[in-house]
Each structure stands twice: as structure tokens, then as C-alpha cells.
């Protein structure tokens, strides 16, 4: 599966990609690699980030669109901002449902990832939409 770019942002200053998938399970692997190659266009900008930043952000990417391929099979779009002193990820899909968190189980294996996602985010929330959500999570840079 090939994700299907969507032009940067209007404004050159603004470090931004969107990527649209169809769904499948293949959006997976294949939102990391576009985190990889966001990445590598922050630091040919001369951003600055910690070395964690590529690995926190493509695990926040990679449980994101885990999610929505769990839980809102379909279309999804994929984008990642330049923002202050972070990279805002936005991740919409057309399920109603809102993430929400497990109550604490030791013995659970599996079903952790909004638990992640929050420990690696500045921020996350999510936003209704007429069809569907968007969640926003801002991973910091340093």
C-alpha cells in the first residue's frame, strides 16, 4: 500500500506533511516510515531535537494509527506539524468513539498504548467532527 501525499503546507516556512491511507493494517509500518522521512526534513531545516525524538514520535504515529485500524478500520489521515517546540500529530478516522483509558491492570498484555501516547506527549486530545475524530498529540522536541 502506498499512502497518498498530500501537498505540504501552503506556507514554505512551515515544516508539515499530511498523508492520506486507505486503511489495512499496512498504514502501520507505513506511518513510521513517514515520521522517518518527516524527521529527516526537521533536521535538514536545522531543527534541533533530543536523539529519542524520532523514536518517541514513531511509536506515538505507530499506536495512534493502531488504534484507528482497531477500532475505525477505514480511511485515515496521517499529519505532522512543526509547532514551537514540538511536532503536533494529528490522526482522524471516521469512528465516533473516543479513546479511552483501561482501568490499571497488571495482568493485561496488550491494550496500553493511549497510556504510552499520554507519557510521551506534551498533549493529547481528541476533537469531534461530523464524521468522526481527530486526536492531537505533541510530542516535545527536546
Partial sequence: MTPAHMP??????????????????AMIPASRDVVHG????????GVDTTDTFLDAARLVVSELVTNVHRHAPGPCRLRLTL????????VWDTADGFPTFLPRDPLRIGQHGLEIVTRLCDEVITKPHETGKTVYARVPLR
Fill in 83 to 90: 509547532a514551537d517546540d514540538g511536532v503536533e500529530i494529528a
Fill in 38 to 45: 518527516f524527521v529527516a526534513r526537521l533536521r535538514e531545516a
Fill in 8 to 25: 505540504d503546507a501552503v506556507d514554505p516556512s512551515v515544516v508539515s506533511t499530511v498523508v492520506e491511507f486507505d486503511g489495512g493494517s
